[in-house]
């Protein structure tokens, strides 16, 4: 089990749709001019004219605390870092089967034609050298944050505690 296990923290209200992560990460794994990135941003639009919403998921591989793909993987290409928790894949062992692939709920495993399968990492060279993932480090809205779960789960906590107290108004806080 890993010592700390690493994750992204995303803040929906915060997306504005920009991409710049997508770009970031394109850029930072020298990805083939075909558009494939390893984050990729959804937009979901909501309700009928006049009460229309439009929102942007951005997502990349999860890092699963139980990862599917590596219990599939039939090379053991697949691993978890015991220092971090991050889901890496050693090119010298993957065969290309696409197995990881039909089991991430996520689609984070790419294939290059003709080639092994490769995901975020969280841009571990990096990580390791104590920076944030391109894509956080680009996204102007600061809706993606990187770091250990628990202190990015700490921090949503907190602010959702804020949002309550506002929510319930000052007047009804002093009675």
């Known amino acids: 089990m890993a010592t700390i296990q690493l994750g992204f923290s995303f803040d929906i209200f915060r997306c504005s749709g920009c991409m710049a992560c997508m770009v970031a990460c394109f850029d930072q794994n020298d990805m083939p001019g075909n558009g494939s990135t390893f984050r990729h941003v959804s937009r979901i639009e909501a309700g009928e004219y006049p009460q229309v919403s439009i929102r942007y998921v951005s997502l990349a591989c999860m890092h699963c605390g139980d990862a599917p793909c590596i219990s599939v993987c039939p090379t053991q290409a697949i691993s978890k870092r015991s220092d971090n928790g991050i889901v890496v894949v050693s090119p010298d062992f993957c065969i290309g089967c696409h197995a990881c692939a039909t089991v991430c709920p996520f689609g984070a495993p790419q294939f290059r034609e003709g080639s092994t399968m490769r995901k975020c990492d969280f841009c571990l060279a990096r990580a390791k050298n104590g920076l944030e993932p391109a894509c956080v480090r680009t996204c102007p809205t600061r809706a ?31 009675h």
């Open 144 to 174: 993606l944050q990187f770091g250990p779960i628990e202190k990015l789960t700490a921090q949503k906590a907190q602010t959702a505690s804020k949002l309550i107290v506002w929510s319930v108004g000052p007047a009804s806080v002093l």
